[in-house]
Nanobody, 121 residues
Framework: QVQLVESGGGLVHTGGSLRLSCAAS????????MGWFRQAPGKQRELVAA???????YYANSVKARFAISKDSAKNTLYLQMDDLKPEDTGVYYC???????????????WGQGTQVTVSS
């Protein structure tokens, strides 16, 4: 199982942008699904974006048209481009790997430290 390290968070104003990175310790070529989760204060962790082998992409409704997930297999890195950020996007962002079974993904839940994103109003 690869180890994941998130980076790129920070403090931005409403409408700002950030690009998160998730560096894997090994090849991500054979990983059937990768995703970005976030956990806001006092709330459960939620999936915000995922990408599957074959380039199928999922976005939570709250981030559609603002966030873009991508991966660079040559760099073993997953990205999350976040534009037009809103205060409700504030939280700790984590990446994770998963195994796809048809339309269902079983996530590994091997959480790292995450990266803090704070959006001020």
């Amino acid at each position: 199982q690869v180890q994941l390290v998130e980076s790129g968070g920070g403090l931005v104003h409403t409408g700002g942008s950030l690009r998160l990175s998730c560096a894997a310790s090994g090849s991500i070529d054979n990983i059937s699904a990768m995703g970005w989760f976030r956990q806001a204060p006092g709330k459960q962790r939620e999936l915000v974006a995922a990408i599957r082998a074959g380039a199928t992409i999922y976005y939570a409704n709250s981030v559609k048209a603002r966030f873009a997930i991508s991966k660079d297999s040559a760099k073993n890195t997953l990205y999350l481009q976040m534009d037009d950020l809103k205060p409700e996007d504030t939280g700790v962002y984590y990446c994770d790997t998963g195994t796809a079974y048809g339309t269902v993904v079983s996530w590994s839940d091997a959480w790292g430290q995450g990266t803090q994103v704070t959006v001020s109003s």
